[in-house]
């Protein structure tokens, strides 16, 4: 399929999807405004990145819980019944506690990999060099999952073999099932997304500009 022909099938599908939610959610139950726009692509691949992997009790270390993809991982890990240790800088530390996390690293002041070890599954949102580094804390035979990376590097592979760890690129896929799963999830407010802010159409050069300076907190959003 054509890159031109895959982004229009996912989005014709992605606003059929998300007209059902819009229904769905101002029928069924009061949620604030922008909540089912804010809940697509990014829970789609914190979703996809944590459902069949994350058991109940795991150690699960979430990297930039702040962000887009971030904050819905951690909620997403937290029902899925893991403990949740995740990331961003001081800055965000309580947003990332009310998210449910259990424990969190201000990575600008602290290494993660000086304090955590033996970790079930490693989600690096943020570089290829936090996903390498993240293979140093994950148990023997635990998951490696990253949506930095759409390879593995050779040098990656070759040192999640010695222990067994299965690294998995995530790149995000439409899926019903999975739309089915947010929407119950929103439905029952096990999963909330946050949007920092809102932009008009008119301001979408700020909003590209917000979300390139990498330290936006959840989700933004551009009205039409
Ligand atoms: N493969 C796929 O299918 C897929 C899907 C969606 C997104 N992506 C990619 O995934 C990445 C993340 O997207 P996103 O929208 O979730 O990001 P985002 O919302 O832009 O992330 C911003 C957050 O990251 C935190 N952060 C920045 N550097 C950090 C670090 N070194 N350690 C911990 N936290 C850090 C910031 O917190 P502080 O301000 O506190 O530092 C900020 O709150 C992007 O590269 C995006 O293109 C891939």
Redesign the pocket.
């Known amino acids: 399929m054509s890159v031109d022909l895959f982004v229009q099938s996912h989005l014709q599908y992605s606003l059929k999807r998300l007209l059902l939610l819009q229904a769905l959610t101002d029928c069924v139950v009061e949620l604030p405004k922008f909540y089912c726009l804010a809940t697509t ?2 829970a789609l ?1 914190a979703l ?1 990145a944590l459902k069949g992997r994350v058991n109940k009790g795991d150690e699960v270390l979430i ?9 819905f991982a951690v909620q997403i890990a937290k029902k899925l019944g893991a403990h949740v240790i995740s ?6 530390r309580d947003f990332i506690m009310n998210l449910g996390a259990d424990e969190h690293i201000d ?2 002041s602290q290494s993660f990999e000086q304090v955590l070890t033996d970790i079930d599954l490693a989600f690096d ?3 290829p060099d ?1 996903a390498e580094k993240s293979l140093n804390v994950v148990r023997n035979g635990g998951h490696l999952v ?3 990376m ?1 390879d593995v590097p050779a040098k990656v592979q070759e040192k999640a073999n010695e222990r067994d760890i299965t690294v998995t ?4 896929r439409s899926n019903g099932d999975d739309m089915d799963t947010l929407r119950d999830m929103l439905i029952e407010g096990s999963l909330k997304p946050h949007v920092s802010k809102v932009f008009d159409f008119q301001h979408l050069g700020d909003a590209h500009i917000a ?1 390139e ?7 933004i959003v551009v009205t039409v």
């Open positions: 692509l990014a691949t996809q990297h930039a819980g702040s962000g887009g993809v971030g904050h990331t961003s800088s001081t800055k965000n990575y600008r949102t943020v570089a936090i990253s949506i930095s759409m690129p995530i790149l995000v979300i300076s990498g330290r936006t907190v959840g989700k």
